[in-house]
């Protein structure tokens, strides 16, 4: 991976360890940061040393709160297009889900578990919307800020339809600045899947990714991209799809490996959540 300006980046144990890097701004992403994101969610498809990713933002105030508005110089006439309304009409625009999200963006389908420090509003969930386990501290919060600003809130509620319920979504969308919601509210609506004390979030996440990167690349990428198929496709579509996709996923000799360990009788030590 390139030297990032905006984010920190590390490998060990077959995971990749993904920080936002802008602490000062709560982790908003400036154009910088959306080009490094698109580079190395791109990157990480090339590194066959990495199985898994950890994805997070620097300090315990924020996860990312979305765009940076000074930035953005959001109001101004003047403002610069890097996102935006592209020529005379409103029919082209960049937006910055084109860089920003792993899967439709990135096309990365290494499982990506986000761990949420802090604040996560507005833009963050281009990112949120489309990782693959999200883990929170209890101090977490989740809300979209949109409507509050005069902005419709249109591509975040998308993602997140993906994983909560349509009424969550729309209360959340709605209520714009003025109601955040918690971590242990996000995990009864199936938002998180975990939710944790902050001085052990690092842990938690880190004991998920590795566990995960410990199996089969290919039988893991595959169910992670089975699972989105899912989401995406009518269910008779996805079943189709999926013929292919038990095929490709399972490789042979990890299958043969499978096989030994369990007429060995050697079982995983597993726990219950």
């Known amino acids: 991976m390139p030297d990032f300006t905006t ?24 154009m910088v940061m959306m080009r490094e994101l698109h580079e190395c969610w791109r990157g990480l498809r090339d590194n066959d040393e990495v199985r898994a990713v950890v994805l997070t933002g620097a300090g315990d105030k924020a996860f990312c709160t979305g765009v940076d508005r000074d930035a953005a110089a959001i109001g101004d006439p003047d403002r610069p297009r890097d996102i935006g309304q592209r020529g005379a009409t409103p029919l082209h625009m960049n937006d910055p889900g084109d860089w920003l999200s792993p899967k439709t963006a990135g096309q990365l389908w290494k499982p990506i ?21 999200i883990i929170a501290a209890e101090h977490a919060t989740f809300f979209d800020p949109h409507t509050t600003y005069g902005m419709a809130a249109v591509f975040e509620p998308m993602a997140m339809l993906q994983r909560m319920p349509i009424g969550e979504v729309l209360r959340m969308s709605l209520m714009g600045a003025h109601e955040r919601m918690g971590a242990h509210r996000a995990h009864q609506v199936g938002l998180v899947q975990e939710v944790v004390p902050g001085d052990r979030l690092t842990e938690a996440a880190g004991h998920v990714a ?32 999926a013929k292919t996709l038990i095929q490709l996923g399972t490789d042979e000799a990890a299958l043969a490996a499978g096989q030994e360990m369990f007429a060995s009788g050697q079982r995983i030590s597993w726990r219950l959540r």
């Open 7 to 30: 984010l920190r980046y590390e490998e060990r144990e077959g995971v990749a360890w993904v920080t936002l890097d802008r602490p000062e701004v709560l982790n908003a992403f400036d």
């Open 113 to 133: 578990i986000a761990a949420v420090n802090g604040m996560a509003c507005g833009g963050a969930f281009y990112l949120l919307g489309e990782a693959d386990i």
């Open 210 to 241: 590795e566990l995960i990167a410990s199996q089969p690349a290919t039988a893991v990428q595959a169910t992670v991209r089975a699972v989105w198929y899912a989401q995406e496709l009518g269910y008779r579509q996805a079943l189709e799809v």
